[in-house]
């Protein structure tokens, strides 16, 4: 079946200006995740979505990050007013249920903040 | 909160030989230890995990090794061959937040 998908897969964006990425999960997968992976580092955990639960966004860098999941499905994950730290490959993943259940990336959206 | 030590960062074997990458954990309450492999402009994918009832679990040429004493897993790629040359990082959760190693650039000469 179709993985998971990302777009767009890559976006430059000058200083300041918002963007949104998306993320489509494996259908049927309730469980969805955030990470961002900076250059020659490991992936560091962002949002987590389970069902109609309310997300644990504790791992959020500022309040410019933002995220939602509409219908238990597609999520969108908003930066506002970038920096050029925010540069990273964005990913998402998901699984069938919780964390403990193996987690599927997507392909990522590199992030360039000029 | 986790946090995941990953060593070597870097790694080159000679096509047959073995190699063997570490990690090691801060909280004794994590249970459950993925591997990934992310090939260069790839996805991450998941190539074997282990929970914590388990001391080690083996799937053809890779095995994983845990000692929960000692708060430290390990993944051995026996006869490596060019297509096992990626990044590899090891995570560790209780729950569902994964927390990652840095990574190892694994090369494998011909």
């Known amino acids: 079946g179709a993985g998971v998908s990302q777009s767009p897969s890559n976006k430059v964006t000058e200083k300041g200006k918002d963007v949104e990425l998306r993320c489509d999960p494996i259908?049927?997968?309730?469980?969805l995740y955030w990470y961002r992976q900076s250059l020659g580092q490991g992936l560091e955990f962002l949002i987590y979505?389970?069902?109609?639960?309310?997300?644990?966004k504790s791992g959020l860098p500022s309040d410019r990050f933002s995220a939602e999941r509409t219908g238990g499905s597609v999520s969108t994950l908003t930066i506002q007013r970038t920096q050029q730290e925010d540069s990273a490959v964005y990913l998402c993943?998901?699984?069938?249920?919780?964390?403990?259940?193996?987690?599927?990336f997507g392909p990522g959206t590199r992030l360039t903040v000029l | 909160g986790e946090n995941v030590e990953q060593h070597p960062s870097t790694l080159s074997v000679q096509e047959g030989d073995s190699a063997v990458i570490k990690c090691t954990y801060s909280?004794?309450?994590?249970?459950?230890f993925p591997w990934y492999k992310q090939e260069l402009g790839k996805r991450p994918q998941l190539i074997i995990d282990?929970?914590?009832?388990?001391g080690e679990k083996k799937d053809q040429r890779i095995a994983v090794t845990l000692n929960k004493t000692a708060k430290h897993f390990s993944l051995h790629i026996t006869e490596t061959q060019p297509e096992d040359s990626a990044v590899y990082f090891c995570?560790?959760?209780?729950?569902?937040?994964?927390?990652f190693g840095a990574g190892t650039t694994v090369t494998v000469r011909a």
């Open positions: 995570a560790a959760t209780n729950d569902y937040k994964l927390s």
């Open positions: 909280d004794s309450a994590s249970n459950y």
């Open positions: 282990i929970r914590s009832n388990v």
């Open positions: 993943a998901s699984s069938q249920n919780t964390g403990m259940d193996t987690q599927y």
């Open positions: 259908s049927g997968h309730t469980a």
């Open positions: 979505f389970q069902g109609n639960s309310a997300p644990d």
